[in-house]
């Protein structure tokens, strides 16, 4: 992989490389490694490719959300298998219609069905099935096939704890599912977004882990233990990231201090801010020796 990048690079005439953003696959830190070596050679790296590799922070968050839907897995299931259920059949789906017209349904979206390994495609799922229930609770009353074949698929038949589950976790993951679509544009720069994305992601685990529903605890506390893998402190973060938010002007140095205070102990988060403006003094000490034979060829032009 990392040959094939690095090909690719040179047909488009591509010497210096920053930084590459790549998911937490163990064969991207390997195509990685071998990027950053050739680079290093060629000495067209910044600090020997230090900021080198940014991991995603969709992904991140994926990784996050991921382990604590665990613990909801039933309750989604079972939306899940009655969404299959419909779907599996164009009468079933057509009669489905009617029951959500005389249930007053005025939503006009359709039913759309999960992969289980992607957790935004779950909430679109159960977000998209929590505007139907009305019409669920009807069809369940006018088909006979129904409550039997979701017995005998394993799963069961939503009821009014999971409905009450699954319009929770809905709620719970939008914030997430908003974050992910945010950082994932193609349009516009999302680096200097990086500080905003991992402290609403921080104090949203926070306020669900204090707060007084046990089930969402238990999720925000599952998402804490994998968010402080990637982001619990700066030796494991890229520290560029937050020299992109000191260098957006709406920011600055004051606004990474205050969110660093926000979300960490203040002795730890005093040593993280020191660590980040050191890091920002380095990258200008090399960044004005990179430019200082070019302003003094420009001057002596100049004379």
Same mark, same amino acid.
């Given at each position: 992989m990392g040959k094939a990048i690095s090909k690719c690079l040179g047909d488009w005439g591509i010497q210096k490389i920053f930084s590459i953003t790549v998911d937490n696959a163990s064969s991207n830190d390997v195509a990685v490694r071998h990027l950053k070596k050739k680079y290093n050679v060629a000495r067209t790296s910044i600090l020997g490719g230090r900021f080198f590799h940014v991991r995603c922070i969709a992904h991140v968050v994926n990784l996050v959300v991921s382990d604590g839907l665990k613990d909801m897995n039933t309750s989604i299931a079972r939306v899940r298998g009655a969404v299959r259920y419909f779907r599996q059949s164009l009468t079933r789906l057509v009669k489905f219609k009617e029951c959500a017209v005389s249930a007053r349904v005025k939503n006009k979206c359709l039913l759309c069905l999960d992969v289980n390994t992607r957790w935004n495609s779950t909430f679109l799922m159960l977000d998209?099935?929590?505007?139907?229930?009305?019409?669920?609770?009807?069809?369940?009353?006018?088909?006979?096939?129904?409550?039997?074949?979701?017995?005998?698929?394993?799963?069961?038949?939503?009821?009014?704890?999971?409905?009450?589950?699954?319009?929770?976790?809905?709620?719970?993951?939008?914030? &997430?599912? *908003?974050?992910?679509?945010? $950082?994932?544009? =193609?349009?516009?720069?999302?680096? #200097?977004? &990086?500080? *905003?994305?991992?402290?609403? $992601?921080?104090? =949203?685990?926070?306020?669900?882990? #204090?707060?007084?529903?046990?089930?969402?605890?238990?999720?925000?506390?599952?998402?804490?233990?994998?968010?402080?893998?990637?982001?619990?402190?700066?030796?494991?973060?890229?520290?560029?990231?937050?020299?992109?938010?000191?260098?957006?002007?709406?920011?600055?140095?004051?606004?990474?201090?205050?969110?660093?205070l926000d979300m960490y102990p203040p002795t730890q988060a005093s040593i993280m801010f020191s660590l980040v403006t050191q890091t920002m003094d380095e990258l200008l000490s090399c960044y004005r020796n990179m430019l200082q034979p070019l302003a003094r060829d420009v001057g002596e032009g100049g004379q």
């Open positions: 998209t099935t929590l505007k139907f229930q009305r019409a669920f609770v009807s069809f369940e009353l006018c088909d006979n096939g129904y409550i039997p074949e979701l017995i005998k698929s394993g799963d069961g038949v939503p009821d009014d704890r999971d409905w009450a589950n699954v319009r929770r976790i809905s709620r719970f993951l939008r914030e &997430f599912y *908003d974050l992910t679509f945010s $950082v994932s544009g =193609t349009s516009y720069i999302t680096t #200097n977004a &990086f500080l *905003d994305s991992i402290s609403d $992601v921080y104090t =949203t685990l926070i306020e669900w882990q #204090n707060g007084d529903d046990v089930d969402l605890q238990s999720m925000a506390i599952r998402m804490k233990e994998k968010y402080d893998k990637y982001w619990g402190n700066t030796e494991k973060m890229n520290l560029v990231l937050f020299i992109a938010a000191i260098l957006d002007p709406t920011k600055k140095l004051s606004y990474v201090e205050f969110t660093l």
